[in-house]
């Protein structure tokens, strides 16, 4: 066993994917031979996913006012239903607003369990941990869990990383690949889940 643990600091880094390249190898080494960090690092994985869960939920909507005006007064809940029934007939229909796109940050993170989380059905962008001043060199393709593209989008430069807006997936697991679209040259692969 090894006499000197990982930092904690080295160790969250690594956990995020974002250490330095040449620290990388030597806290795989010793996360080899180390069961208490591997422990650790368990800890922080966990972490990470239910941040990333948490970061993505929306939080419910309020009731209607109606609804919250019928449970308290029946009786007078009628009149009031009736006065904002003669208020709607009046007032000019009005076309709901379309949310705007979930902006989704793709980072080469370790294990399946760190692949991002998005809502089935609604507009997002995916922006990649790639830096590029030319994006449309790029191509992005989206394939389901056993291989089959269902997808596949141009790119664009959002505050200097790759990014692509994709209108919507159904729910499932993905992969999104990144490649040159000279010789259709693969860079690079992320998981996605869309619930």
Not at 4 to 11: P, R, V
Not at 64 to 70: A, E, L, M, T
Request: aromatic content about 6%; hydrophobic content about 45%.
């Amino acid at each position: 066993m090894p006499a000197q643990h990982i930092d904690d600091g080295l160790l969250d880094r690594y956990a995020q994917g974002i250490l330095r390249e040449d620290l990388v190898a030597g806290i795989e080494e010793h996360l080899l031979l180390c069961p208490a960090c591997q422990d650790k690092l368990s800890e922080m994985d966990e972490f990470l996913r239910l941040f990333q869960a948490a970061a993505t939920q929306v939080e419910p909507r309020p009731r209607p006012v109606f609804y919250r005006i019928w449970t308290v007064r029946p009786m007078l809940s009628l009149g009031a239903l009736a006065a904002i029934m003669l208020l709607l007939i009046g007032v000019p229909t009005q076309h709901p607003r379309l949310r705007p796109p979930a902006i989704v940050s793709m980072q080469a993170l370790r294990g399946p369990e760190s692949a991002p989380h998005i809502s089935a059905g609604d507009p997002f962008v995916l922006v990649f941990d790639l830096k590029t001043t030319a994006p449309n060199d790029y191509g992005v393709e989206i394939a389901n869990a056993t291989g089959r593209m269902v997808l596949s989008a141009n790119t664009e430069e959002r505050d200097g990383r790759l990014s692509a807006p994709i209108q919507k997936l159904s729910k499932g697991v993905y992969w999104v690949r990144i490649y040159r679209k000279t010789h259709h040259v693969p860079v690079a692969e992320y998981g996605l889940q869309v619930d």
